[in-house]
């Protein structure tokens, strides 16, 4: 009898301890950190101006005052523990000369390329929604992604999406990825006010505008006036990238991007005045003499690298480089670093610096030295030959215990960017933003 | 346009021969102003470049979806 009690217990207890064994491995086989463990809200906010005298509206010359605010919220679920929708919508409000000088004579105001109209396309709003979904697998190691997204202005939308694979491996010291995203955009094309009568089937000078208003120079004003038939616009991006953790405090990374782009490239409200061509006026405002002409095909490759180098508890060094070319004409150099200073375990500055230099389009042409025999030109100075200068500060406020709640968020960080920008043209910009990141509970 | 494979193949191979950093030695690679892209307020910046610049790319910024041409 105690032979068979002695079994019985002795079968409990491996009972036992094999269901216990087996309970252990499978919580320890169910338990994974999830990859994003509360929702994460992001609200970010600019205010962006700029201003120059080279036009590319009025073909070169005239103000490129333009104002813009933006307003963006971003917010990342976890739907489990491996995958992560994120939201991204933003809208952009702008008041441009570029814009408003399409049509300069709808104003209160004399025409003048110098003088943005005050007319009813003075303003726009530009507006942006993009979903993305990632999945991470179990080890972590493989993380795949799929995007897209919906951006909508007066003249133009675009429809994009993509999707990005992404492998870690050498104990996570090592990482290579691989995206494609394709836009399809289509314009609702603009052109320059003077030039609509000049159409197919409209009546030029015959116009109310022009018997209304006298033409000044020459009077026999005939633009080179055809409107666009494709008014699609399809951009279609490949890239690599691949990051090394050099050292406990470096790391660094590499990336490759082509860029191929199809369909109207060209900026449909602006303006080229010829060499070749006598001058009309309208008050102080010259009368294009046609719109820029650029090829409908556009190739694109840039290799950018980034070190950064975590200097000791209070310096980090983040450095980029880009080269970039395109079948344009046009090759640049881009270098920038930033030295965030961490002031206290709560408070970080971001001093930084960028320098950016670019080789001129090879159909650029400044204000009235394109010629009325040439197949593409432009005089759109963001084409052309410059150098640029960007000093920026910041100043970061971190609280990772999010002691600070507002009903559900905790607030984990502020920041707080200012930028001047500079080209060795008459070309000058700033920027300021605001970023908070909340947690919630 | 071989110049810039030449280079990234060679800096690959650089970056390929360091030594492995344990999970719990990445303290100061896990610090958010490491991150190897631009810090998220910075985004706005990005894309004015990218509007306003004949370049675009390699940076994580935006190469589509809106024309910029304001």
Not at chain 2, 41 to 65: L, M, P, Q, S
Request: hydrophobic share 35%.
């Amino acid at each position: 009898m105690n032979r068979i009690k002695e079994n019985i217990v002795l079968l409990f207890l491996l009972t036992s301890f094999l269901a216990f064994s087996q309970q252990q491995q499978e919580d320890e086989k169910s338990y994974k950190k999830r990859v994003l463990e509360t929702v994460e809200v992001d609200l970010l906010s600019s205010y962006y101006n700029q201003d120059g005298d080279n036009a590319a509206v009025t073909g070169g010359i005239g103000t490129e005052e333009l104002t813009d605010a933006t307003a963006t919220i971003i917010i990342a679920i976890p739907l489990n523990e491996d995958d992560v929708l994120t939201i991204d919508a933003g809208v952009s409000a702008y008041t441009s000369a570029s814009s408003s000088n399409v049509d300069p004579f709808d104003g209160n105001r004399q025409a003048d390329p110098f003088v943005a109209s005050s007319g009813a396309s003075s303003n726009d709003v530009w507006t942006n929604l993009t979903a993305s979904y990632s999945h991470t697998s179990d080890d972590r190691n493989k993380i795949w992604s799929a995007l897209a997204s919906v951006s909508s202005e007066y003249d133009y939308f675009s429809v994009g999406f993509g999707g990005s694979y992404t492998r870690l491996f050498n104990e996570r010291n090592t990482e290579i990825s691989v995206n494609g995203t394709v836009y399809l955009d289509s314009w609702a094309a603009i052109y320059p006010f003077e030039l609509r009568p000049f159409a197919p089937n409209g009546n030029g000078l015959n116009n109310g505008f022009f018997l209304d208003n006298a033409i000044t120079g020459n009077s026999s004003y005939n633009p080179q006036f055809v409107p666009f038939k494709n008014e699609n616009r399809n951009s279609y991006i490949l890239g690599f990238g691949f990051s090394q953790i050099l050292h406990k405090n470096v790391q660094g990374s590499l990336s490759l991007d082509f860029v191929q782009q199809q369909g109207l490239l060209s900026t449909p409200f602006q303006r080229v005045y010829f060499a070749d061509i006598a001058d009309s006026f309208v008050g102080n405002f010259q009368l294009a003499d046609a719109i820029e002409q650029l090829p409908d095909t556009r190739f694109k490759i840039a290799v950018g690298g980034r070190l950064n180098w975590f200097l000791s508890d209070r310096f980090v060094l983040r450095t980029y480089y880009r080269y970039y070319n395109d079948t344009w004409g046009i090759a640049s150099h881009t270098a920038s670093f930033e030295l965030p200073v961490k002031l206290s375990n709560n408070f970080t500055i971001y001093p930084s610096y960028r320098y950016y230099h670019q080789s001129a389009a090879d159909y650029f042409r400044p204000f009235e030295i394109a010629l009325s025999t040439e197949e593409f030109y432009t005089s759109d100075y963001d084409l052309s030959k410059y150098v640029a200068n960007q000093l920026g500060m910041g100043v970061s406020y971190t609280d990772i215990f999010t002691r600070a709640k507002l009903w559900k968020f905790g607030l984990k960080q502020i920041d707080l960017k200012y930028y001047n920008y500079n080209r060795d043209t008459t070309f000058t910009s700033s920027i300021i933003t605001i970023g908070f990141n909340f947690e919630v509970y | 346009m071989s110049k810039p494979l030449v280079l990234m193949i060679v800096l690959v191979s650089f970056f390929s021969s360091c030594v492995v950093v344990k999970e719990y030695e990445k303290v100061a690679i896990n610090d958010p102003d490491m991150q190897l892209s631009d810090l998220p307020c910075d985004r706005n910046v990005t894309i004015a470049h990218t509007y306003r610049e004949g370049t675009a790319g390699a940076n994580g910024g935006k190469t589509g979806g809106g024309c910029g041409c304001n």
